[in-house]
């Protein structure tokens, strides 16, 4: 392997922030490799959002770098880490509720601010439809976002992403609440989208999802990073599993 | 009879072209403002004094109004859009009160409290629009003109982009958006089309005052808005002729003394959009049942 090839597409240094006297993330290092799906996993308040505002540039970091392919970004914002190729969704999905679906998708491919967009008009829309057609979403593309089903709101958080062409994603909880058979399209979609070579980082509770999905797995407890590896490894661990499920001694 | 319905014709295409201005800002952006009178003032004390001292051609008053708002907008509303949500509205209502102070005082441009008066007729291009027939079909043009080019960018890519940061803010900059340059674009288009509105108003009353760019016109322009529907095309159209014509159809109710007619006015409004915002809060051109 080349060490080109090695680097990962996104990683991060000793990443640390605080929220008044509450170590939300406390020194954090983390590589997400190239084409993988990397699984964020810890209780609730483990830090795990924040680490994806820390990245994004939605929270400036107290400590700590912030790598894209290898080179330290600095001090940045969502709207330049958007540009270099970094998506992500919210937990609370963040839609734009009094737009339709298709304007969803549509809206999340054209970043330039100016009365006009550059490039071609047609090939957005085509990317756009597309995006909805992988989702699942083509016969509501027409439906404001704010009347959609539960599931279908999850799809179209996904589906801005797919949209933008992005290299890097990272998603909050995207399946948390699906039914078997949505489950079982989203799992699919992000096996494909890995296959592309996409890198992904995603937040998860459900822990079957976690094993049916994730090349490794990430472990999160109080800010810290506690452990990396392996799903089945990690899963294994008797001591994770207590800080997972709660009964630590 | 007609001269007064000619006259209340072209007021209302003239509000309703204000009112689409600020739905810009309202409907489209989420910005809210109780300050777009003083753009609608601006605009028609720079269309006063071109036409005082230059020509009363419609398209150079306009033109003037809409360039002195646009660029005045960008230099007032600029600090104010750095603060979030709801602070703008007070930062906004902070401009109008000031501005509103500026007009009463800065006599040599504004006339002061007596206003700027004997603004001659206007033309368009040498020709007379003296002829109140004239003038209402500019006022239609003007309202027209504005709300095709509003559609256009309303239906594109700008009134997307403008949309999804009112959705959401934060979800349209991970997406790469330009939240402040988009906020921008809002408010310095929505200002200048309130110039040329304003330029407008100027030449129809053929005086202006003070007290046509008050907290209290600012906020009966932002009913209108509402009240029609804001973010839609149609809304602020509807807006408009009800808030404008319902008053004018009230001075005919019977039985109501003139002392009292303000007065009932009042309640009436009052009741209509209070009882407008239970039953249909997205506006009567707004969907008909508002989520949220
Ligand atoms: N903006 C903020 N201001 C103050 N405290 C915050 C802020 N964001 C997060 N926190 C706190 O930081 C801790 C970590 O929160 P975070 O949202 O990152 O957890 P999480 O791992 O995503 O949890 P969950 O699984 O419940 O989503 C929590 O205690 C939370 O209350
Ligand atoms: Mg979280």
Redesign the pocket.
């Known amino acids: 392997m080349t060490p080109q090839a090695m680097t990962p597409p996104l990683a991060v240094r000793g990443l640390a922030k605080h929220?008044?006297g509450?170590a939300?993330?406390q020194g954090v290092d983390l590589d997400l490799p190239a084409g993988l799906i990397t699984a964020l996993v810890?209780?609730?308040?483990?830090?795990?959002?924040?680490?994806f505002?820390l990245i994004t540039g939605a929270?400036a970091p107290d400590a700590g770098d912030v790598l894209l392919d290898g080179a330290r970004l600095g001090p940045t914002t969502p709207r330049q880490i958007a540009r270099r190729g970094v998506a992500r969704s919210f937990?609370d999905l963040r839609l734009f509720d009094h737009m339709s679906a298709g304007e969803n998708v549509l809206a999340a491919i054209e970043p330039a601010a100016w009365f006009w967009q550059p490039g071609d008009a047609a090939a957005r829309r085509a990317a756009a439809a597309a995006a909805l057609a992988d989702t699942g979403l083509t016969a509501a593309a027409g439906a404001l976002a704010a009347d959609l089903a539960y599931a279908e709101r999850k799809f179209l958080s996904l589906a801005r992403i797919l949209a933008t062409g992005a290299r890097i994603w990272l998603l909050?909880?995207p399946a948390s609440g699906l039914d078997p058979a949505s489950r079982a399209r989203f799992v699919a979609l992000l096996r494909a989208a890995a296959g592309r070579g996409i890198t992904v980082c995603l937040?998860e509770?459900n822990l079957d999802i976690v094993t049916e999905l994730a090349d490794r797995i990430v472990f999160?407890d109080q800010?810290r990073k506690l452990a990396e590896g392996a799903p089945e490894a990690i899963l294994r661990d008797p001591a994770l599993a207590a800080i997972y499920f709660g009964d630590r001694a | 009879m007609t001269a007064y319905l000619l006259n209340l014709a072209q007021l209302a295409a003239i509000f309703g072209l204000l009112a689409a201005s600020l739905n810009v800002l309202v409907g489209y952006g989420g910005i809210f403002s109780v300050a777009h009178a003083v753009f609608f003032g601006f605009g028609a004390y720079a269309g006063a004094q071109i036409a005082l001292n230059v020509a009363p051609d419609v398209l150079l008053v306009s033109a003037a109004g809409g360039l002195v708002a646009g660029v005045l907008s960008l230099a007032l509303a600029l600090p104010a859009l750095r603060v979030r949500g709801e602070y703008f509205v007070v930062a906004s209502l902070g401009l109008q009160m000031v501005a509103t102070t500026a007009f009463t005082e800065a006599e040599p441009v504004t006339g002061g409290l007596g206003g700027l008066v004997g603004i001659p007729p206007p033309q368009l291009l040498g020709l007379s629009l003296a002829s109140p027939w004239a003038f209402l079909a500019v006022c239609l043009a003007a309202l027209f003109g504005g709300l095709a080019v509003m559609r256009l960018l309303m239906r594109g890519s700008f009134g997307r982009s403008l949309m999804a940061l009112r959705d959401s803010e934060s979800a349209a900059e991970a997406f790469g958006k330009n939240v402040a340059l988009l906020k921008t674009l809002a408010v310095a288009l929505g200002c200048a089309i309130a110039g040329v509105a304003g330029g407008l108003f100027a030449l129809q009353m053929a005086f202006v005052n003070v007290e046509s760019f008050t907290l209290d016109q600012s906020v009966l322009v932002l009913a209108m808005v509402i009240v029609g529907g804001a973010g839609t095309l149609a809304g602020p159209l509807v807006g408009t002729l009800l808030l404008l014509l319902l008053p004018a159809a009230l001075s005919f109710l019977p039985g109501i003394p003139p002392t009292e007619i303000g007065a009932v006015q009042q309640a009436i409004y009052g009741l209509a959009m209070t009882l407008l915002m239970i039953f249909r809060p997205a506006g009567l051109a707004g969907r008909a049942q508002g989520k949220r």
């Open positions: 929220f008044g509450l939300a993330v810890g209780p609730n308040g483990a830090g795990k959002t924040t680490l505002n929270l937990q909050d909880e937040i509770h999160l800010g």
